[in-house]
């Protein structure tokens, strides 16, 4: 298999070349060259209606469904190539992707909303019928009743836009992978009273790492009613499948942290004649009744529903029994092989919203308010697991082991329900001058009930047209649960409610060319520890509430466009320590695999002598991440480059655009990521150098 894809490579790249020479050959019409920046879009998962970004006192990106596709996403976990707050928390190849925003990890199952409302990323999650991503950073109290004090992610639904329009994708990256979508939109009957909007996606699944072929489907439409003026009712479903073997982490080896050369990215541990993919099914659909009040004031019902299905098996690399270490692989590169399998996992979300927004003058005042009940409900089904020993593995990948699918425990299952009352004020107090309100008030029942109340507030002034400055404080909610491990004895457990706080300072400045924002953040979090010999053995841990995570920390961001050329770039310097712990020894340290600086840059232009084209060089940079919580092991940082190109045109009478990239050009070997999970060392290399082509015609 690999001889042929070293002799298929080439052609491939040929061909995508030659059709972006043929396109470039065709006479281009009604071309558009950009002059200057454009505004971000607003950032609906603040709660603050359409404020420009620019002028609001929160950080927040939008990534939209173009740029997406400029820097070749396939998954959440892809945004971390662009922002540099926002990295990697255990993601693994094959697997539903983690983020952490400002060093915390996001609650996959609290802080990831779609279209507002809150719902379980435990899942491989399709880009193809996302419209954008919006990103929050900071303490989220005001927007959610759980919420990581990192931040919040909101996926945007693509709905009907009142036109007829289709357009098909079909895309190809390395080794072998193939992607065919579908985007088509059509009003029904006069003007735009009534629209639909189906998006499809197939993809044949064939990346760089070895033994981790597989399959993914996406199917979705979305439809939208205006039956009268000042009335919009929404509607859409989305099903999705995909079938992938996972790839688990390397690690280090008895007392040593190995260098990324020393191994092949490539390398898939999880290739053992008996391992079997990771599948993922869901069902998501919601409906949104939008009505007008009159004099700006309008009312919206939303109701969702998803129900998650999960087989998830994996031959799971964990410790070195040999040498009487649980949280790393041996010195001489082999390691305990365990035989997982959860299969039948179902996990069921319903989330509904009322809310009431609008203006009113007050004492003279605009108020811009919103007011509103949230109620959510999510269950995890119990099932029955086989975690086993296998036998013994190799870093190489070259050993195997007989499988040992006997089922070995049954998981209780969860039931968790919140509900929440939230009130949002933006009130004007001069022309120039803002005071932004917000408060949740939470009631949870996790197995006991606890009630809790998380406000949120800031001041911003408009120093000029360009310049602004704004101060804010707020808190925030969340819930941590142990995993589901015979090493725990207390697995399963939902541990006391989290409550963060953060104080934030931030200067914006916003013109034709330019936009700046430096901003500086100080963030406590109460955190867990384990504590016991936690040695893989049954009952051999606990985990529970011991001091804080302090994070401290200085963001900078800017873009700009002089005329064909456009720069884009975020920078991070984060001090992250532990404080307050039972045992001295553990203040002051820095938590694993949380990078103190990180940056991004992205560079564009706009080729005058081929009008439609489009060049653009990418910088990513992470600093050195510990690897163990004493902190007496680390990862270098490292530096990726990748280049892309798009061509945009219209010839015989359809829109053309195609994209051609290439994801760590100079092919750097590094780890990416140190996660530190279930108490033990994983490492996740960089992947190797990978071109991407696709072709986007719009019908």
């Not at 997982?340 to 609008?358: C, I, M, N, P, V």
């Not at 916003?510 to 979090?525: E, K, P, S, V, Y």
Request: charged content about 20%.
């Amino acid at each position: 298999m690999a001889s042929l894809t070293h002799h298929t490579r080439f052609p491939l790249h040929a061909l995508a070349l030659a059709a972006l020479q043929a396109a470039c050959a065709v006479q281009a019409a009604e071309q558009v060259t950009i002059t200057g920046r454009l505004e971000p879009a607003p950032a609906s998962v603040a709660g603050f209606g359409d404020f420009p970004l620019s002028r609001s006192p929160f950080q927040a990106v939008t990534l939209s469904a173009s740029t997406l596709a400029d820097a070749g996403a396939r998954s959440i976990a892809d945004v971390t190539h662009l922002d540099a707050s926002i990295a990697d928390a255990y993601n693994a190849p094959g697997y539903w992707s983690t983020l952490t925003i400002r060093g915390f990890p996001l609650d996959i199952n609290h802080n990831v909303q779609r279209d507002g409302l809150p719902i379980s990323a435990e899942t491989a999650i399709a880009l193809e019928n996302k419209e954008r991503i919006e990103v929050l950073k900071g303490t989220s109290g005001a927007q959610a009743g759980t919420s990581a004090p990192g931040g919040l992610a909101n996926l945007v639904v693509k709905r009907p836009r009142g036109v007829d329009q289709s357009t098909v994708l079909l895309g190809w990256s390395e080794r072998g992978n193939w992607k065919a979508a579908a985007d088509l939109e059509r009003r029904l009957g006069d003007g735009d009273a009534l629209g639909v909007r189906l998006n499809a996606a197939v993809e044949s699944l064939d990346p760089v790492i070895r033994h981790s072929k597989g399959d993914r489907q996406m199917l979705a439409l979305a439809g939208s009613a205006r039956p009268i003026p000042g009335r919009r009712i929404d509607a859409e479903i989305e099903l999705s499948h995909q079938s992938q073997p996972s790839m688990p982490g390397f690690s280090m080896l008895g007392d040593r942290v190995p260098s990324a050369r020393e191994i092949d990215p490539r390398t898939n541990l999880n290739n053992q004649a008996w391992s079997l993919p990771v599948v993922f099914d869901g069902t998501t659909a919601s409906v949104r009744w939008t009505e007008s009040l009159g004099d700006d004031w309008q009312v919206v019902a939303h109701a969702m529903s998803q129900q998650l299905r999960t087989d998830d098996r994996i031959a799971f690399p964990f410790g070195c029994s040999a040498e009487g270490n649980y949280d790393r692989y041996c010195s001489d590169g082999s390691f305990d092989l365990y035989d997982y399998r959860s299969e039948g996992e179902r996990r069921d979300t319903f989330a509904g919203a009322l809310r009431l927004e609008g203006r009113a003058r007050w004492a003279g005042m605009l108020h811009e308010l919103s007011t509103g009940l949230t109620l959510n409900d999510f269950r995890l089904h119990g099932n029955t697991q086989a975690y086993n020993w296998a036998g013994t593995g190799l870093i190489d990948g070259s050993a195997q082991v007989s499988p040992a699918p006997t089922p070995t425990y049954t998981t209780d299952g969860r039931h968790e329900r919140s509900t929440e009352l939230h009130l949002r004020d933006h009130v004007e107090l001069s022309t120039d001058t803002g005071l932004w309100l917000g408060m949740r008030h939470t009631q949870l029942e996790r197995g006991y009930d606890q009630s809790f109340t998380t406000p949120w507030l800031a001041l911003s002034h408009q120093v000029n047209d360009a310049w602004m400055v704004y101060g804010s404080w707020g808190e925030g909610i969340e819930s941590e649960v142990v995993p589901s491990l015979p090493m725990y004895t207390n697995a399963g457990t939902v541990l006391p409610a989290l409550r963060s706080k953060q104080a934030e300072l931030g200067l914006k400045f916003n013109d034709r060319d330019w936009g700046i924002n430096l901003t500086a953040f100080d963030i406590r979090r109460p955190t867990s520890a384990s504590t016991g010999a936690c040695d893989g053995s049954d009952g051999s841990c606990t985990l529970r509430i011991d001091g804080d995570a302090h994070h401290r920390g200085i963001e900078a961001s800017a873009d700009a466009r002089w005329g064909a050329f456009g720069l884009q770039g975020s920078a991070m310097w984060l001090r992250a320590r532990r404080e307050g712990a039972t045992d001295p020894a553990s203040n002051g340290l820095t938590p694993v695999n949380v990078a103190e600086r990180s940056a991004r840059l992205l560079a564009s232009w706009q080729v005058a002598t081929v009008p439609g084209l489009t060049t653009q060089a990418s910088l990513s940079y992470e600093g050195p991440r510990f690897v163990l919580p004493d902190d007496t092991a680390r990862v270098p940082g490292w530096t990726t480059v990748g280049l892309a190109a798009r061509y945009a045109t219209r010839a015989y009478g359809h829109e053309w655009l195609a994209r051609l990239g290439v994801d760590n050009l100079f092919d750097r070997r590094a780890w990416r990521e140190s996660p530190y999970q279930f108490e033990h060392v994983y490492l996740y290399p960089l992947e190797p150098r990978t071109f991407r082509a696709s072709l986007q015609v719009g019908l």
